[in-house]
C-alpha cells in the first residue's frame, strides 16, 4: 500500500515538475453542461461527447485515447484535467485513482465537474460542491454511494465510481437531466457512438443547458492504439456553433459512418476484393444517397473492375449534381485511377450530356 501510494506521488510530482499540473491561475466561467465518458466492453471502444450553451466545447471538454481512456472536463473547467488524465492511465492508474489524484491535488476542485473511464471500464464521476446548480451525475451500476473530496481543506464535492460509463451535468434548466442520460444509454441498441447520441437527446429533451445550445461533440477511439495516434479514432466530430448542435452531431455521425464504409471499399479495391468493395460502396451511399462523393468513386470503382455499362448511371447522376465532376474525370487518367482509355473517357464524359 505505501508502495502504491508513493508510486502515485511521485508520479504528480513529475507532473507538477514539468508545469502542467494545473497552470491555470483562476477557474474560468462555467462553459460546459451535460456530458457522457462510456466504454464498450464488447469491442474495448471508449468515447466521449458533450453539448453546451459556449462556443467550441469540443476545443476543451472531450479527451480520448486509444488503449488509455476518455475524459470529460467541464463547469469551471480546467483542460489539464484532460492530458494529465490521460497521462496518470496511461502510466497504469485506474481511472477512479487518476481523478481521485488529480482532484485532492487542485485547490479549486469544487468548481470542477469531471469524468473518467479507463480500458477495464472502471469509471469516475465528480461534482463540486459550488457547481452551479442544478448540477450531479451517475456512475453506471453505481451503488448510488459517493466519496466525499476535500480540496483546499475545505468541502469539495463528491465521487462516485461504476462500471461502463458515466453520465454528468452542470447549470441545467431541473435535476432530471443526468438520470435521463443514464435511462437512454443503457436502454438504447447499437454501437457505442449510437448510445452516447442518444443520451446527449435525453438530456436536451429533459430540459437540457438552462442558456440554451450551441455547441457539440463526439471522439470515439478504439480499444487498442496503432502507434499512430492522429489514426486512433473512430470518431472525432464537432459542431462549433449552431442553433441545433446535436442534430449537426447526428448528421456528422452518419456521413463519417458512411466515409468508414468508403475507406473500407477503398481497401477492398487494394485487396482485389471487388465483391465487398461494392458492398461498401453500396452502404456509404444509402446512408447519405445525394452525397455526390460517395457515389462519383463507386462509378469510379465499377468502371476499373470492367463494369461499364453499371458505372454510366451513377456517372450521370453525379454529372448532374455537378458539372466540376466531367472536368475531373480525364484527369483520373493521367493520375492512374482510370485506364487511359480515350473511348471509355469520352463514353463515361458523354455521361454530362
Same mark, same amino acid.
Given at each position: 500500500?505505501?508502495?502504491r501510494? +508513493? ?7 513529475? +507532473?507538477? $515538475? ?11 466561467r ?19 461527447a ?10 476543451? #471538454? ?25 497521462? +496518470? ?9 487518476? $481523478?481521485?489524484?488529480?482532484l ?9 465537474q ?10 469516475a ?5 459550488? &457547481? ?19 480540496c483546499?481543506?475545505?468541502p ?14 452542470? $447549470? ?18 447499437? &454501437? ?41 479514432? +473512430?470518431f ?12 449537426? $452531431? ?25 465483391a ?12 447519405v444517397?445525394?452525397?455526390?462523393e460517395?457515389?462519383?468513386?463507386? @462509378? #469510379? @470503382? ?5 463494369? #461499364?455499362? &453499371? ?14 465532376? #466531367?472536368d ?17 473517357i ?8
Amino acid at each position: 500500500m505505501i508502495r502504491r501510494a +508513493l508510486s502515485f506521488a511521485c508520479c504528480l510530482t513529475f +507532473l507538477f $515538475l514539468t508545469g502542467f499540473l494545473f497552470a491555470q491561475d483562476k477557474p474560468l466561467r462555467p462553459v460546459h453542461t451535460f456530458s457522457i465518458v462510456a466504454f464498450d466492453p464488447a469491442t474495448g471502444e471508449m468515447g466521449v461527447a458533450v453539448q453546451s450553451h459556449w462556443f467550441a466545447v469540443g476545443g476543451e #471538454v472531450p479527451w480520448a485515447e486509444a488503449g488509455v481512456g476518455a475524459v470529460a472536463t467541464q463547469s469551471f473547467i480546467d483542460p489539464s484535467y484532460g492530458p494529465l488524465g490521460l497521462n +496518470l492511465m496511461r502510466a497504469g492508474k485506474s481511472a477512479p485513482d487518476a $481523478l481521485h489524484g488529480l482532484l485532492i491535488a487542485d485547490n479549486a476542485c469544487n468548481v470542477r465537474q469531471v469524468a473518467m473511464v479507463d480500458t477495464q471500464g472502471r469509471v469516475a464521476t465528480f461534482t463540486g460542491a459550488k &457547481d452551479v446548480q442544478p448540477a450531479g451525475g451517475i456512475a453506471g451500476s453505481s451503488s448510488g454511494s459517493a466519496t466525499p473530496i476535500q480540496c483546499g481543506g475545505q468541502p469539495g464535492g463528491s465521487m462516485m465510481m461504476g462500471k461502463n460509463y458515466a453520465v454528468q451535468a452542470n $447549470l441545467m434548466s431541473n435535476d432530471k437531466i443526468w438520470p435521463a442520460m443514464s435511462k437512454a444509454y443503457e436502454s438504447t441498441k447499437g &454501437d457505442l457512438a449510437e448510445r452516447i447520441l442518444a443520451a446527449l437527446d435525453a438530456a436536451q429533451a429533459a430540459g437540457g443547458d438552462v442558456r440554451g445550445r450551441q455547441s457539440a461533440a463526439i471522439l470515439i477511439v478504439p480499444a487498442k492504439s496503432t502507434g499512430k495516434p492522429w489514426q486512433d479514432y +473512430l470518431f472525432n466530430l464537432r459542431v462549433d456553433d449552431s442553433v441545433e448542435p446535436l442534430k449537426e $452531431l447526428r448528421r456528422l455521425v452518419t456521413l463519417q459512418r458512411a466515409y468508414i464504409h468508403m475507406n473500407a471499399g477503398d481497401k477492398a479495391v487494394e485487396l482485389h476484393d471487388n465483391a465487398r468493395a461494392l458492398r461498401e460502396y453500396g452502404a456509404a451511399e444509402l446512408l447519405v444517397p445525394e452525397n455526390a462523393e460517395m457515389i462519383y468513386w463507386h @462509378a #469510379v @470503382a465499377l468502371a476499373n473492375m470492367g463494369r #461499364v455499362d &453499371d458505372s454510366l448511371p451513377l456517372f450521370r447522376k453525379v454529372f448532374a449534381m455537378d458539372h466540376n465532376w #466531367v472536368d475531373l474525370t480525364p484527369r483520373l487518367s493521367q493520375a492512374g485511377l482510370l485506364p487511359e482509355d480515350k473511348q471509355l473517357i469520352q463514353r463515361i464524359v458523354a455521361q454530362a450530356k
